[in-house]
């Protein structure tokens, strides 16, 4: 199943001068894949990812999302339908620091009605424990380490069990004993509960290990 499209996205600045960013760039992404953005810095990977987010509605081509064309749709359609499909993680992971991290990880998940308070912490808490941090769960995010920060930051992003998680350098804080350990889990999280993970990263062995890269040279798609 395929649950992202892009086809012929191409993105303009126009300040300070006009400028393209993106290229004609078509792809898809099917469920469960793990999919890395590669390309050298300024190679346009960030305005891609924001793009697909959802977040930047302003270019030509069509995006489509669980089969819903994205592009042309009102700022409150789409932040609904951010809230329910698209995880994100970012390389500052925004944390709210006097917020334990349970709280943090609960926060998005209270925002939808459906589930009940007791439910929301029940869940935060087992994603904790997949990311191997429910011992750190009544503590504030501001004493966490870094490493222990960012597998709160992504059970945050997993708690609306989105379609897609989406990260724009997810790893790049981290040593590398802690981006192996999340690159271990975003396999697993793909591989064995389905959840399809497209991530903008410059670690050459993040990108090999994963299904797919889809690599940017000056706004265009080479592979
Ligand atoms: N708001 C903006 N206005 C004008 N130009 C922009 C804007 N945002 C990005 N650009 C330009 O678009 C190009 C792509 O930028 P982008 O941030 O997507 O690159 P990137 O591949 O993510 O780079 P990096 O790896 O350094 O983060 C760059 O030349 C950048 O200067």
Redesign the pocket.
């Known amino acids: 199943m395929r649950v992202l499209e892009a086809n012929h996205i191409n993105?303009y600045?126009?300040?300070?001068a006009p400028?393209q960013?993106?290229k004609d760039v078509s792809f898809s992404v099917q469920k469960g894949e793990f999919v890395s953005i590669t390309?050298?810095?300024?190679?346009?990977?960030?305005?891609?990812?924001?793009l697909l987010s959802t977040m930047d509605t302003d270019f030509d081509g069509s995006i489509r999302i669980n089969g819903e064309e994205v592009h042309g749709r009102s700022n409150k359609w789409l932040a609904d339908f951010r809230n329910r499909h698209i995880g994100f993680v970012f390389q500052s992971h925004f944390l709210l620091p006097e917020f334990t991290a349970l709280q943090n990880v609960m926060l998005p998940g209270l925002k939808r009605a459906q589930y009940s308070r007791q439910e929301v912490e029940s869940k935060a808490y087992g994603l904790l424990k997949l990311l191997g941090v429910d011992d750190q769960a009544v503590k504030r995010a501001s004493l966490l380490s870094g490493g222990q920060q960012q597998r709160v930051a992504i059970a945050r992003a997993l708690i609306n069990d989105p379609l897609i998680v989406m990260g724009?350098?997810p790893t790049g804080n981290l040593d590398s004993k802690n981006t192996a350990i999340v690159f271990d889990l975003f396999r697993q999280l793909a591989t064995e509960h389905g959840q399809t993970m497209l991530i903008?990263t410059?670690d050459d062995e993040f990108a090999e290990k994963s299904d797919h890269v889809i690599h940017?040279t000056d706004?265009a798609l080479v592979s």
Do not use: M
């Open positions: 993105k600045f126009h300040d300070p400028f960013a993106l390309g050298k810095s300024g190679s346009g990977k960030s305005t891609l990812l924001y724009d350098e903008v410059h940017l706004g």
